[in-house]
Nanobody, 120 residues
Framework: QVQVVESGGGLVQPGGSLKLSCAAS????????MGWYRQAPGKQRELVAA???????NYADSVKGRFTISRDNAKNTVYLQMSSLQPGDTAVYYC??????????????WGQGTQVTVSS
């Protein structure tokens, strides 16, 4: 069994920064692709950033140059450093990790979501 826990959300003023973390634990052999989605009220969930096992990254156009995704394979953790935050970044942020477990099974696991609010 794999568990995923997110942390790091909160209230920040426009122009500020936050760092989100997402850690997986349990019966993990290794992790593969990881990433972050967000969902604002009344909007569809959108991909914010993704990182594959070789550290290749992909970003939504709206966050390029402001957000940075990174990973620590030893800790089965993915991070999202967010800078120059804008009110339009306000959303619930969800992480995911794709995992090979110790039974040879592959699965995609989601975090519980963390609220990020950008407001003065």
């Amino acid at each position: 069994q794999v568990q995923v826990v997110e942390s790091g959300g909160g209230l920040v003023q426009p122009g500020g920064s936050l760092k989100l973390s997402c850690a997986a634990s349990g019966s993990i052999l290794r992790t593969d692709g990881m990433g972050w989605y967000r969902q604002a009220p009344g909007k569809q969930r959108e991909l914010v950033a993704a990182i594959i096992s070789g550290s290749s990254t992909n970003y939504a156009d709206s966050v390029k140059g402001r957000f940075t995704i990174s990973r620590d394979n030893a800790k089965n953790t993915v991070y999202l450093q967010m800078s120059s935050l804008q009110p339009g970044d306000t959303a619930v942020y969800y992480c995911y990790l794709t995992v090979w477990d110790n039974n040879g099974q592959f699965g995609k696991y989601w975090g519980q979501g963390t609220q990020v609010t950008v407001s003065s």
